[in-house]
């Protein structure tokens, strides 16, 4: 009565052995694919950060070339307008020693020709009494009362279309009729001589001492064009400009002696 069931117990025992084993054998692909999935979820967590990390690099390095492309382009437009502040004040330059047309052909082909015009008209001017003043005011006095009458004889010359050529001393030249032909260029010497006139008159008015003016203009034909090739001076030549420069000596004070062709 009181002895085992040895064949009960070994029938439980194999029972459990193969309950485990089954058991087992479920599990052990469940914890393969959890050990997986885990460690696919923390590869995914080290890749997500990678490429957080990379697209952050990736703003950042953007927002850098950003600024070093806005700081390029300041420094270029800030070059470009100094660049063309320069050529503007080498243009300004350029055209305050010649005509536009003839400075235009200096700068594109780098020499001007000599040309020849059939027409034009000369004007010469000369101050009388100037020596007698130079003589009773200082140096700086002198050449500042030159100064406000060439100025503005040189906006007189800009009014009435004449092209200044230059001043000897107290002597001012100037041309109508080039280097754009002119058909009124007579005309045009001649009101721009009044102007001068009436200019010098009213400076008599202004001043303590009085310069006078004498003024010749002819009319023919002349060469004119660059002399050298440095420090460019744009001049005239011919028997024109001497005999405008006659005709101004032989004029008197406050007058304009003009030649039976600018009469013409």
Do not use: C
């Not at 503007?88 to 020849?116: F, H, M, R, T």
């Amino acid at each position: 009565g009181g002895e085992i069931d040895t064949s009960r117990t070994s029938g439980w025992v194999v029972a459990s052995l193969d309950t485990l084993f089954i058991a087992l054998l479920v599990s052990f692909p469940i914890s393969i694919s959890a050990y997986l999935a885990w460690q696919f979820s923390n590869t995914s967590n080290r890749l997500k950060k990678q490429l957080d990390e990379v697209e952050r690099l990736s703003v950042e390095k953007q927002q850098i070339l950003e600024q070093q492309n806005e700081q390029l382009e300041l420094q270029v437009s800030e070059r470009t307008r100094e660049l063309q502040s320069e050529k503007q004040k080498s243009d300004n330059l350029l055209l305050n020693i010649l005509p536009q047309e003839v400075a235009e052909e200096l700068k594109e082909k780098g020499a001007s020709k000599a040309q020849y015009y059939d027409e034009v008209s000369v004007l010469f001017t000369d101050f009388v009494n100037f020596t007698a003043i130079a003589q009773q005011l200082g140096v700086e006095e002198l050449l500042a009362e030159l100064n406000t009458n060439f100025t503005a004889f040189d906006q007189i010359m800009e009014k009435h279309g004449l092209e200044k050529i230059k001043t000897i001393g107290d002597a001012y030249l100037a041309v109508s009729g080039l280097p754009v032909k002119n058909t009124d260029h007579a005309l045009n010497a001649a009101a721009a001589s009044l102007d001068i006139l009436a200019f010098v008159a009213e400076r008599k008015k202004q001043v303590p001492y009085g310069l006078d003016i004498r003024i010749g203009i002819h009319s023919g034909s002349l060469i004119a064009g660059i002399v050298g090739v440095k420090k460019f001076a744009f001049d005239i030549w011919g028997d024109t400009v001497n005999t405008a420069a006659r005709m101004e000596q032989s004029s008197e004070p406050g007058k304009i002696n003009i030649s039976e062709t600018t009469n013409h």
